[in-house]
Nanobody, 114 residues
Framework: QLAESGGGLVQPGGSLGLSCVASGEFMFSVYAMNWYRQAPGKQRELVARISGDGQIFYASAVKGRFTISRDNAKHTVTLQMNSLKPEDTAIYYC?????????WGQGTQVTVSS
């Protein structure tokens, strides 16, 4: 099970940090963890991914502004978002394929507005 936290309202140019905690008995460290987002009226898109061995991917829209990291001991993946823009407004989801099961968190709302 995945559970996100940390969303909220922030002004343009501001920062927010999202966290996702994975619960259950499994070897968290071997699985890739992903952050997706879905804005109103748009398709869900991949924002960032971190593999079990630490390889990282960012969508071009967030590269240089967002940072994904993981703490395997705490079964946690975080997304630090800086220099936020109104177009970053979306529901952000944590996702991972664990033992061939597609897990998604409930989502956390991020709103960037003045």
């Amino acid at each position: 099970q995945l559970a996100e936290s940390g969303g909220g309202l922030v002004q343009p140019g501001g920062s927010l940090g999202l966290s996702c905690v994975a619960s259950g008995e499994f070897m968290f460290s071997v699985y890739a963890m992903n952050w997706y987002r879905q804005a109103p009226g748009k398709q869900r898109e991949l924002v960032a991914r971190i593999s079990g061995d630490g390889q990282i991917f960012y969508a071009s829209a967030v590269k240089g502004r967002f940072t994904i990291s993981r703490d395997n001991a705490k079964h946690t993946v975080t997304l630090q978002m800086n220099s936020l823009k109104p177009e970053d407004t979306a529901i952000y989801y944590c996702q991972s394929m664990i033992r061939a099961i597609d897990y998604w968190g409930q989502g956390t709302q991020v709103t960037v507005s003045s």
